[in-house]
């Protein structure tokens, strides 16, 4: 290819990136309004009234179980179980509906502990018995409007209506704490979580008629490690960060399933994780953010707490409905200010001032050699565990480390989600970044390298709009500069996996993203070794549409290698249907698998720059021992034959070379992969 067809290459990927990033508006967080509507119903006030609860007392009850959960008295031994010691019945009187709720023990503070019928409890503490019925008025749901878009309405309950714990079961396998005994979503993961599950089935039918369901739009979710939509959902740190006013008090209903109450107000459970893998963020009792210490302190509400108070909140389609009901005026609703888009032109012209010219850049340059790297690693391993929600406060041993150096490998890939470490002025938190510090230090005493990789940072993937594409680049600079110092057996991964998934991120607007980061970052650190990925989830066959400068010497790219699919994924949970049927190994696999390493030893040769297979693996549920060591056994000495080193997905968890529980190796694992 010469020169002037680059030239003009380059122009077209330009080009497209402007169309791409210049079409799409971006509104402002969420911020308070004063109008307030009443719809749907729940329980909440406790009728007094002698007359009427004699009456009430008198009618014919069908007793149904709450099902609520307890347990041996340990918190996290997954022995949690439903029970009927608190029951409840509908009925009714006179044009109203009304709630009966009994007990014969008390709900215990945690979903693990025991029932009895000791006192000190919340439920004693705010003067509900056992062994009394306790009636209470369905009452209208009184709502109070946080955002206001075109087409729906974003609205957050005004009261604790309910008491519930986060995560009705708790599995602990030594190392974190998960919601299944297959240890694979932690505790504090709202897409797998029981309040999820309460608001959506028991909460939606309860207070709302079938006409009121229609009105309320599904709202979009993309929370850690899944996206899903929800007609009713808890709020996240983003959506009630900039409210004025966060205190809520408890309905005397939310007040007789066991609410916490301090000061005549309560605390209130957030979708957000907390800083421990059983932790949820929540608000405390003075409306402060609990959860992260650059929030308030370090304390987040045990995801098992039965305490914890539910703000519900939802997506209203139609505030014009008869079923709704204002109880403000609405005549002028709040103006949502628009976030000014930057520039991406002057963008694009800043990029290249002073910096390089676009002639510099190539898709598959050739060249005999384009590394300066002491290029030192061969056989990896991925450490996850800090690209989770509970990022912030996780420090990995330095005898972990050690003990991944005795193995015999030579460096560690730390999938890190900057994003869950940035505080809302954009800077990453001093307190968190104190601990990767920690971290770091101790894997490179250890003699490894290390491959800091930004992974599982969903906002940018989702949206990689140009405000996130600032913040990306912030990221860097700051990682950057803070690292400056260290060891050059530290290096850097911009991002992992770059896909088109959300059909907001092209080949050409990626080449501009990534190429941006990379600028950043030398402006700072002209040395460091940066490792580069492709598209579609790194894979091999879009290096040919990866743009890397020819004059950079320490430019690494990391290729991830799953295939076949079928094979790997079986069995996983996030994956459809199809992948649920078992499939024993067969020798054909590896000529899947062999086809990426084929197309990036080729890149190599070409361009001259070093390729790693980034991750690979096989998800071990329903797979054979025999099977796994067989096709990792194969998988090696593949990449082996295509003089590409490898780093294995993952240390421990599903796809894990380790066993923590027993704290040992898994030989049909470390065999296979260092023969």
């Known amino acids: 290819m010469n020169n002037q067809y680059k030239l003009l290459s380059f122009f077209i990927v330009i080009a497209i990136v402007i169309t791409s990033l210049t079409t799409t508006s971006y509104a402002a967080e969420t911020t308070e309004s004063d109008d307030v509507f009443l719809f749907g119903s729940y329980p909440q006030s406790e009728v007094k009234d002698f007359e009427l609860l004699s009456a009430l007392n008198s009618a014919e009850l069908q007793w149904k179980s709450y099902d609520y959960y307890s347990g041996t008295g340990k918190w996290n031994d997954g022995k949690m179980h439903t029970d009927d010691y608190m029951q409840y019945a509908d009925v009714t009187f006179d044009g109203n509906r009304y709630r009966a709720v009994k007990f014969d023990t008390y709900r215990p503070y945690f979903s693990g502990f025991e029932s009895t019928t000791a006192g000190d409890t919340y439920q004693d503490n705010n003067g509900y018995e056992c062994g009394e019925i306790y009636w209470f008025k369905f009452e209208p749901l009184k709502w109070r409007i946080v955002d206001e878009k075109t087409g729906y309405s974003y609205a957050l309950c005004e009261s604790i209506i309910d008491s519930q714990p986060f995560q009705n079961m708790i599995y602990y396998d030594g190392w974190k704490y998960f919601a299944d005994y297959q240890y694979y979503d932690c505790s504090n993961y709202y897409v797998v979580s029981s309040i999820r599950d309460m608001l959506n089935n028991d909460f939606l039918n309860c207070a709302f008629t079938s006409e009121e369901k229609e009105n309320l739009a599904f709202y979009y979710m993309d929370d850690l490690w899944a996206s899903f939509e929800d007609r009713v959902f808890l709020p996240s740190v983003n959506e009630v960060k900039n409210l004025e006013n966060r205190i809520a008090a408890g309905t005397d209903y939310a007040k007789c399933q066991g609410l916490f109450v301090d000061g005549g107000n309560s605390y209130w459970y957030l979708r957000t994780p907390g800083d421990n893998s059983y932790t949820a963020v929540c608000v405390s009792v003075d409306g402060s953010l609990y959860g992260h210490d650059f929030y308030c302190n370090r304390y987040s509400f045990f995801t098992y707490f039965t305490g914890t108070g539910i703000r519900p909140a939802i997506k209203i389609k139609n505030l014009n409905a008869d079923s709704v009901t204002f109880t403000q005026n609405t005549s002028a609703l709040p103006e949502v200010p628009e976030l000014v888009e930057l520039s991406v032109p002057s963008l694009i012209k800043e990029f290249f001032k002073n910096t390089f010219s676009i002639i510099e850049y190539f898709l598959t340059p050739a060249c005999d050699e384009n590394t300066d790297i002491d290029f030192n690693v061969n056989r990896g391993i991925n450490m996850p565990c800090m690209e989770s929600g509970f990022a912030r406060d996780y420090i990995m041993e330095k005898e972990t480390f050690e003990n991944v150096r005795n193995k015999g490998f030579d460096y560690i890939r730390l999938p890190v989600n900057f994003g869950w470490m940035l505080d809302f002025d954009g800077r990453l938190n001093e307190s968190a970044m104190r601990n990767l510090d920690t971290v770091l230090e101790s894997a490179l005493d250890s003699g490894l390298t290390v491959l800091l990789d930004l992974h599982g940072w969903s906002d940018f993937t989702k949206n990689p709009d140009a405000q996130n594409t600032q913040r990306l680049i912030s990221i860097w600079e700051q990682v950057a500069e803070r690292y400056a110092d260290y060891s050059d057996k530290l290096w850097f991964e911009i991002l992992n996996e770059p896909n088109n998934d959300s059909g907001k991120m092209s080949d050409a607007k990626w080449n501009y993203i990534q190429l941006s980061t990379v600028a950043a970052i030398r402006k700072i650190d002209e040395n ?134 027993k704290k040992e190796w898994k030989p049909f694992v470390t065999d296979a992969l260092l023969q």
């Open 528 to 661: 460091r070794v940066i490792c580069l990925s492709p598209m579609n989830f790194n894979s091999a066959h879009k290096l040919s549409s990866m743009l890397v400068k020819r004059s950079d010497k320490h430019i690494v790219v990391d290729v991830h290698n799953y295939a076949p699919m079928r094979f790997t994924h079986q069995g996983a949970e996030w994956m459809d249907e199809t992948y649920q049927k078992e499939i024993p190994f067969s020798q054909d696999m590896m000529n899947d698998f062999e086809q990426a390493l084929t197309v990036a030893e080729e890149y190599q040769k070409k361009t001259g720059i070093k390729v790693i297979v980034g991750e690979f693996g096989v998800y071990e549920k329903q797979v054979s021992e025999e099977d796994v060591s067989q096709f990792l056994s194969g998988a090696v000495g593949l990449m082996k034959e295509h003089n590409l080193p490898w780093c294995y997905w993952e240390y421990n968890a599903g796809f894990g070379a380790y066993d923590y529980s």
